[in-house]
């Protein structure tokens, strides 16, 4: 799918957006390929504004997978768990970004698949008054089965999660 793109699977839409939101890096055009071998690694690590607005160009979608955690997935209730996260010590509620979560709610996800963290965490949050998504964040590779996510189509089209 590259940085930003779209596939169909078993008759799900499928979004992904690639990267972490950097505000130094988010305005800024993405470099030319042929500049790639002039630059750090680090320069490709952040989505930019434009991949934003391409995905939001997709319309709705029935999988949203994203690498960083969009803003406010974390039900207050289960805050303790990331006090001792790096990123957000004493701040669970800053966890995630508001341009990965404008995907969430533009674009009406079932589900929303990410990483970015390390860490295992499941919420289902509301989108609209009738309408709700369940928020999937996988743990790293280290991290054994907390790193992986099955899930079950039904005729319906219902995604739900082997537990």
């Known amino acids: 799918m590259g940085r930003v793109g779209t596939v169909v699977l078993a008759g799900l839409k499928v979004v992904g957006v690639s990267?972490?939101?950097?505000?130094?890096?988010?305005?800024?055009?993405?470099?030319?390929?042929?500049?790639?071998?002039?630059?750090?690694?680090?320069?490709?690590?952040?989505?930019?504004?434009?991949?934003?607005?391409?995905?939001?160009?997709?319309?709705?979608?029935?999988i949203l997978l994203l690498h960083d955690w969009p803003a406010n997935i974390i039900n207050p209730a289960d805050a303790?768990?990331?006090?001792?996260?790096?990123?957000?010590?004493?701040?669970?509620?800053?966890?995630?970004?508001?341009?990965?979560?404008?995907l969430v709610d533009e674009l009406q996800?079932?589900?929303?698949?990410?990483?970015?963290?390390?860490?295992?965490?499941?919420?289902?949050?509301?989108?609209?008054?009738e309408n709700f998504t369940d928020i999937c964040c996988l743990a790293n590779v280290q991290s054994g089965a907390d790193a992986i996510a099955l899930f079950h189509l039904s005729k319906t089209g219902d995604i739900s999660e082997f537990i």
């Open 80 to 102: 303790e768990q990331f006090e001792q996260q790096r990123r957000s010590r004493g701040y669970y509620d800053l966890v995630g970004n508001e341009y990965a979560r404008m």
């Open 19 to 62: 990267g972490i939101y950097q505000e130094e890096k988010f305005h800024i055009s993405r470099l030319k390929v042929d500049k790639i071998n002039r630059s750090s690694n680090k320069d490709y690590i952040a989505f930019t504004e434009a991949e934003i607005i391409q995905a939001l160009g997709y319309k709705s979608t029935d």
């Open 109 to 129: 996800p079932k589900l929303v698949v990410c990483g970015h963290l390390h860490k295992s965490y499941r919420n289902k949050i509301s989108l609209t008054s």
